[in-house]
């Protein structure tokens, strides 16, 4: 039937896009390790980047019955920054933040100048249950 092969191929795509993903994730530590990742800083305009951060997301969180938020922001903010690496960052987080959230939650997207520090400060915070107290010691550690 056509839509069952629509449906089949549509989990494919996914599947090879999260397979490359994963890939190009390990090549990532194994760069930052032998300290050769690549990091092209621009001027990025911090607007451009959580449009980008939305228009990936969204769809992902309303799927789940998530609510999507990018919390008020100075779009015109222009920062520093390699676009693609702080959108691998943001997609963790929110990867992460929209598979933990239950149906019926939100998560929320913000970004803010910190006025004693020159750098914008982007937080991602969800209504899900939190990461437990006792695992909170290896969150940074590998492949915890």
């Known amino acids: 039937a056509p839509d069952t092969l629509g449906e089949l191929s549509g989990v494919i795509v996914r599947s090879a896009e999260w397979m490359e993903h994963i890939i190009r994730d390990l090549l990532d530590v194994t760069a930052i390790e032998a300290g050769r990742l690549a990091v092209d800083p621009e001027p990025v305009l911090v607007g451009d980047v959580l449009a980008r951060a939305r228009e990936v997301h969204a769809p992902i969180a309303a799927e789940k019955g998530v609510t999507f938020a990018v919390a008020p922001h100075d779009a015109t903010l222009l920062v520093m920054a390699?676009?693609?690496?702080?959108?691998?960052?943001?997609?963790?987080?929110?990867?992460?933040?929209?598979?933990?959230?239950?149906?019926?939650?939100?998560?929320?997207?913000?970004?803010?100048?910190?006025?004693?520090?020159?750098?914008?400060?982007?937080?991602?915070?969800?209504?899900?249950?939190?990461?437990?107290?006792?695992?909170?010691?290896?969150?940074?550690?590998?492949?915890?």
């Open 82 to 144: 390699d676009p693609d690496r702080v959108l691998q960052a943001l997609g963790n987080l929110l990867g992460n933040a929209i598979k933990f959230t239950p149906a019926g939650g939100t998560v929320t997207l913000r970004a803010a100048a910190e006025a004693a520090r020159p750098y914008v400060a982007l937080e991602v915070a969800d209504t899900g249950p939190g990461i437990a107290a006792d695992h909170l010691p290896h969150v940074f550690d590998r492949f915890w």
